[in-house]
Nanobody, 123 residues
Framework: QVQLVESGGGLVQAGGSLRLSCAAS????????MGWFRQAPGKEREFVGH????????YYADSVKGRFTISRDNAKNMMYLQMNSLKAEDTAVYYC????????????????WGQGTQVTVSS
């Protein structure tokens, strides 16, 4: 079992930055690929980005590429999402997720989920 807890959400003006954190406990984080997802009101949960267990590989949705950066610190069992140049359309609840197998980036491919943290970008 892995427990995930997100933090760092809040209200920010368009063009600003936020850094989300995901703290993991229960198992060695380096065994897990990890991802960030988000869900806006009335919309389906969507993939934001993924980082491999070692941190050597990162993948991003086109909508955030060049603005968001995922990183991880396996020694601290932490994952991060640095969000720059935020837009109103980035407003959503952001979730971190973890998985033990490789595959596509659909939400069904992730076994463990945090409770989410709200990010609101004012225009």
């Amino acid at each position: 079992q892995v427990q995930l807890v997100e933090s760092g959400g809040g209200l920010v003006q368009a063009g600003g930055s936020l850094r989300l954190s995901c703290a993991a406990s229960g198992r060695t984080l380096s065994n897990f690929g990890m991802g960030w997802f988000r869900q806006a009101p009335g919309k389906e949960r969507e993939f934001v980005g993924h980082i491999s267990g070692s941190g050597s590989g990162t993948y991003y949705a086109d909508s955030v590429k060049g603005r968001f950066t995922i990183s991880r610190d396996n020694a601290k069992n932490m994952m991060y999402l640095q969000m720059n140049s935020l837009k109103a359309e980035d407003t959503a609840v952001y979730y971190c997720a973890a998985r033990t197998w490789a595959g596509g980036f659909g939400s069904s491919n992730y076994e463990y989920w945090g409770q989410g943290t709200q990010v609101t970008v004012s225009s």
